[in-house]
């Protein structure tokens, strides 16, 4: 206890520290609200090339009072930055409008044009009309909105280049970037931007993403070289997939690129691919995500991506038909190079063979720097594994080679590291070195979609820390550009169940409404004809139509995307393309009953039957969809497909419940957990089947699991809503098998795809984030931070940490769309701590919970009474109002930092 309360201390000055230092940058007037901050258009910060026509605005309000609310805002636009200087809104002028919305404002301006920079400023009335300061300005700029607007062609090639005179003083230039495949531009002999294995994976045929980069300083007046590396990506990887129609799209990577230079006097120059570029073949001798790069830099040649270079034995580049897909802008965090590691140690099982251990699992890749003769071939292979000897073990890569092979030019100290492959791995294998590598001879490049941190939790129990930062690890690496399954073997897909598993532990961890709007909107393109959706989500693998557990990502997703960030426009856009979705599982519910199926629980190590849960997921799919409806404001809809919903679960209950035993289908712990989690049980059965449950776990099971990936996800929060968070808790910090504690046992460092420790050819991949919907619970239950009832986007919050057992305190915090969300609990025997945060605007319920035997509670905030003698005191600034329910307390309370502490005797 003592140790833990010391902890507990230390703790609580770093978040003091964190939250001192997150608020730097505020500037807090005399009275009266501070500047807004974190302006967001389309969920990002100045984004650089946009397509949507109506963009939506959001940004983070401060204020030195509690119980502080923005009452009215005005936006303005301007269409320079003097201009906005100036407060002239000459684009959009909102005026001052009455509301408190700071998020998910949509533009209502003039209509916003193809290339433009806009820049913009808000600022907010308080609850007293304050007006607050104009915030900083923020920008963001147009992509190019109709397709005429592109004037090049897509061209093929492995290595490509241009060369272009321009006379006059560049003002301005843009360069729109895409490629069927993975593209590396160069401009005067610089990569432009620091995104890699751009663009995103999409159904290329129907659509393709471009960037936008800032060149207006690459460029000059004079020659000046374009160049272009093209590699293969997932546009021309066809291996494993069974059906013709996923195989590979293209045969050949292609380039689509445009640069748009604009010169003092008006004047526009376009540098566009078509057949007057030069290609030739570059030092990349190979490249596939799954099999790795093979570079021969002999075959560098030098200055080729600069001005002046003779490329007279170069062809002409190949026009091709490319993709008559839509062309969109890539509005989600790019994939970039985030960190760089040290390996933590070197080993040499065979003599010329060095194993490296980066002692992490990680994405991406290493770049290793060498010395010696041309010729020289070093290879780089990959593993998540060590075989007892010391020798990497590859048995679970499936089809991937995934090694990397280099031919040394032999010119001084060489440094390699590829650009259209990645691996997932922890151990490296170095064989062909040119002499004895050391430590420093490789660094790991960690690779991913590089989404912004978002949350933190930490608790005083370390197993749970270890779980966290597994699900920290697994969730990153397996975003690139789409959430993927694994990162190691030769799949990497959009697997949709893992998708809608994780995706609430994601919203809480990182900062992915931008990545999700987009996968949505794949998720769309995917979508067959009768309403039906893929298993993978682009189209490669799996079942067609999907599970329904993998289909249901996408109803899912677009509800978590409401509830986290009140995301209506989500809902609206995907309306019609979800009623298909519902009226395909209908047309195949005979009686209301659907059947198909495949996955079921996936892993699970107790089977549930598939028909099952396949019928669950409808009756869910049905019920989410009739409350979207709902929340359009087509309540017509919405009663017809809530009565569809009563009618799915009484047909449920009929063909699953067994009223006898009390169980739901054979009474594994996923079929009850998704029963009740559903509340599809008749309310006098519902004790019972919470005892076949729990009886399960703890008596059946010796307190574990028995769920797949899928059942486990309900399984934690439910046992929360049951009041039962200390059953759940034990199932966490659970250490022997099956449990997350047991992979941290056997030293994981990121979550397994098997609750089993198996290494060997079957599928066990240790990098797999699906169990990893448990994070989700740690900040809900653990943390306590929840969305009030019926509430959407943190306006209303609801903060109830569950205080079980030997746990002696939590702390999380989540960067929300209204501000930071914080919650920070510490018990010792007769006291309880609370701390929270809640962001301007924002309100929330703080529940305080007493020891079960406690007597004479007295609570404080911040040293002032505010519960004594059974009685709510009023009088302190944003505590509204108080409850008691048994041993629970429950504050109201507006914006704010509140510090509770409840005492009593025991
Ligand atoms: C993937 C899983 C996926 C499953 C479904 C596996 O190969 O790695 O994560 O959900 O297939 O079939």
Same mark, same amino acid.
């Given at each position: 206890m003592f140790d833990g309360n010391r902890r507990w201390q230390v703790m609580r000055t770093f978040v003091g520290l964190f939250l001192f230092l997150g608020s730097a940058g505020v500037v807090y007037g005399a009275e009266g609200p501070a500047a807004p901050t974190g302006l967001r258009c389309e969920y990002l910060s100045n984004p650089m090339g946009i397509d949507v026509q109506k963009p939506r605005?959001?940004?983070?309000?401060?204020? +030195?009072?509690?119980?502080?609310?923005?009452?009215?805002?005005?936006?303005?636009?301007?269409? +320079?930055?003097?201009?906005?200087?100036?407060?002239?809104?000459?684009?959009?002028?909102?005026?001052?409008?009455d509301s408190n919305d700071s998020t998910q404002v949509v533009y209502a301006g003039?209509?916003?044009?193809?290339?433009?920079t806009y820049y913009w400023k808000v600022r907010s009335w308080d609850t007293a009309g304050n007006a607050s300061p104009y915030s900083a300005a923020a920008q963001f700029e147009m992509g190019l909105l109709s397709r005429d607007d592109w004037k090049g062609q897509w061209i093929e090639g492995n290595l490509l280049r241009k060369e272009i005179d321009l006379q006059g003083r560049i003002v301005r230039a843009r360069a729109y970037v895409t490629a069927l495949g993975y593209y590396e531009l160069r401009i005067n002999g610089e990569k432009v931007g620091r995104n890699v294995l751009d663009p995103a994976f999409t159904t290329y045929p129907k659509r393709v993403l471009y960037t936008t980069y800032d060149v207006s300083r690459r460029l000059r007046s004079g020659k000046n070289?374009?160049?272009?590396?093209?590699?293969?990506?997932?546009?021309?990887?066809?291996?494993?997939?069974?059906?013709?129609?996923?195989?590979?799209?293209?045969?050949?990577?292609?380039?689509?690129?445009?640069?748009?230079?604009?010169?003092?006097?008006?004047?526009?120059?376009?540098?566009?691919?078509?057949?007057?570029?030069?290609?030739?073949?570059?030092?990349?001798?190979?490249?596939?995500?799954?099999?790795?790069?093979?570079?021969?830099?002999?075959?560098?040649?030098?200055?080729?991506?600069?001005?002046?270079f003779d490329d007279s034995t170069w062809s002409a580049a190949q026009t091709v038909e490319g993709s008559k897909g839509v062309l969109s802008a890539q509005m989600m965090p790019p994939i970039r190079v985030v960190d760089s590691m040290m390996p933590r140690s070197i080993a040499s099982p065979r003599?010329?063979?060095?194993?490296?251990?980066?002692?992490?699992?990680?994405?991406?890749?290493?770049? #290793?720097?060498m010395q010696g003769p041309a010729g020289t071939q070093v290879t780089l292979r990959f593993?998540?594994?060590?075989?007892?000897?010391?020798?990497?073990?590859?048995?679970?890569?499936?089809?991937?080679?995934?090694?990397?092979?280099?031919? #040394?030019?032999?010119?001084?100290?060489?440094?390699?590291?590829?650009?259209? !492959?990645?691996?997932?791995?922890?151990y490296v294998e170095v064989t062909g070195f040119p002499g004895t590598p050391s430590l420093d001879s490789l660094r790991g490049r960690v690779v991913h979609t590089a989404v912004g941190a978002a949350g933190s939790f930490v608790a005083s129990k370390q197993i749970l820390?270890?779980?966290?930062?597994?699900?920290?690890?697994?969730?990153? !690496?397996?975003?690139f550009s789409i959430p993927t399954d694994c990162d190691q073997r030769n799949e990497r897909q959009g697997w949709m169940g893992d998708a809608q598993a994780t995706a609430e532990e994601a919203m809480m961890n990182f900062d992915m409404a931008a990545f999700y709007t987009n996968f949505i909107r794949d998720i769309r393109d995917a979508q067959f004809p009768d309403g039906s959706l893929p298993d993978t989500v682009p189209r490669k693998y799996g079942g067609v139509p999907g599970d329904l557990g993998w289909q249901t990502a996408y109803p899912l997703l677009c509800w978590y995307m409401w509830q986290q960030y009140g995301d209506r426009r989500i809902l609206a856009e995907n309306y019609d393309a979800l009623k298909k979705y519902v009226a395909f599982l209908r047309s195949h519910a005979q009686d209301n009953v659907y059947r198909l199926h495949w996955e079921g629980d996936w892993v699970e190590l107790a089977h549930t039957p598939g028909d099952y849960i396949g019928d669950v997921w409808y009756y869910y799919d049905v019920s989410l969809f009739s409350k979207m409806a709902q929340i359009l404001g087509k309540s017509d809809e919405a009663a017809s497909y809530g009565q569809l919903a009563s009618q799915v679960k009484d047909a449920l209950n009929r063909t699953f419940f067994d009223a006898h035993t009390d169980n739901y289908a054979n009474g594994t712990q996923t079929a009850n957990a998704m029963a009740l989690f559903l509340d599809l049980v008749p309310k006098e059965h519902r004790e019972a089947v919470q005892r076949s449950l729990t009886d399960d776990i703890v008596y059946g099971h010796n307190t574990h699991l028995t769920t797949g990936f899928i059942g486990v996800k309900f399984l934690m929060p439910l046992l929360t809503s049951l009041g039962r968070s200390d059953l759940a808790y034990d199932l966490a910090v659970q250490t022997t098998y099956p449990s997350w504690g047991y992979m941290v046992e056997r030293g994981a460092t990121?979550?397994?795809?098997?609750?089993?420790?198996?290494?060997?050819?079957?599928?066990?991949?240790?990098?797999?984030?699906?169990?990893?919907?448990?994070?989700?619970?740690?900040?809900?239950?653990?943390?306590?931070?929840?969305?009030?009832?019926?509430?959407? =986007?943190?306006?209303?919050?609801?903060?109830?940490?569950?205080?079980?057992?030997?746990l002696h305190?939590?702390?999380?915090?989540?960067?929300?769309?209204?501000? !930071?969300? +914080?919650? +920070?609990?510490?018990?010792?025997?007769?006291?309880?701590?609370?701390?929270? !945060?809640?962001?301007?605007?924002?309100?929330?319920?703080?529940?305080?919970?007493?020891?079960?035997?406690?007597?004479?509670?007295?609570?404080?905030?911040?040293?002032?009474?505010?519960?004594?003698?059974?009685?709510?005191?009023?009088?302190?600034? =944003?505590?509204?109002?108080a409850t008691q329910q048994g041993r629970i307390f429950t504050f109201e309370v507006g914006s704010g930092n509140y510090s509770f502490r409840l005492t009593g005797s025991e």
């Open positions: 605005f959001s940004w983070v309000l401060h204020h +030195s009072e509690r119980a502080q609310m923005q009452t009215a805002y005005q936006i303005l636009i301007a269409g +320079s930055a003097e201009g906005l200087d100036r407060d002239a809104g000459d684009v959009w002028d909102s005026g001052k409008v003039k209509s916003l044009s193809s290339g433009k070289a374009f160049g272009v590396m093209l590699g293969g990506g997932w546009a021309t990887l066809g291996r494993r997939f069974f059906d013709p129609e996923v195989g590979p799209y293209y045969k050949t990577p292609a380039l689509l690129l445009q640069v748009n230079i604009e010169f003092e006097g008006g004047k526009t120059v376009f540098v566009v691919s078509d057949g007057s570029w030069k290609a030739t073949q570059g030092p990349i001798v190979s490249d596939s995500v799954y099999d790795g790069e093979v570079y021969d830099a002999r075959r560098e040649q030098p200055g080729w991506d600069q001005p002046g003599p010329g063979v060095f194993v490296f251990d980066m002692g992490q699992n990680m994405s991406g890749w290493v770049q #290793l720097r593993a998540e594994l060590v075989y007892p000897d010391g020798m990497i073990n590859r048995e679970n890569l499936g089809e991937a080679k995934s090694r990397d092979i280099y031919t #040394l030019k032999g010119q001084g100290e060489e440094t390699y590291e590829p650009r259209f !492959t990645y691996h997932g791995f922890r820390n270890d779980i966290q930062r597994l699900i920290h690890w697994s969730q990153l !690496t397996n975003l990121t979550l397994w795809e098997l609750w089993q420790d198996k290494a060997g050819p079957a599928m066990n991949s240790h990098d797999h984030i699906m169990f990893g919907s448990v994070g989700a619970w740690f900040y809900n239950a653990l943390g306590g931070i929840n969305l009030g009832p019926e509430s959407v =986007g943190y306006q209303h919050i609801r903060i109830a940490p569950q205080i079980v057992e030997d305190w939590a702390s999380a915090s989540v960067d929300t769309i209204r501000g !930071t969300v +914080s919650s +920070s609990w510490s018990y010792s025997p007769g006291s309880i701590a609370i701390d929270v !945060t809640v962001p301007v605007s924002s309100d929330a319920q703080v529940v305080v919970p007493a020891e079960a035997q406690m007597t004479d509670v007295v609570i404080r905030e911040g040293g002032r009474v505010v519960w004594e003698d059974g009685r709510y005191v009023s009088g302190d600034p =944003g505590v509204k109002g």
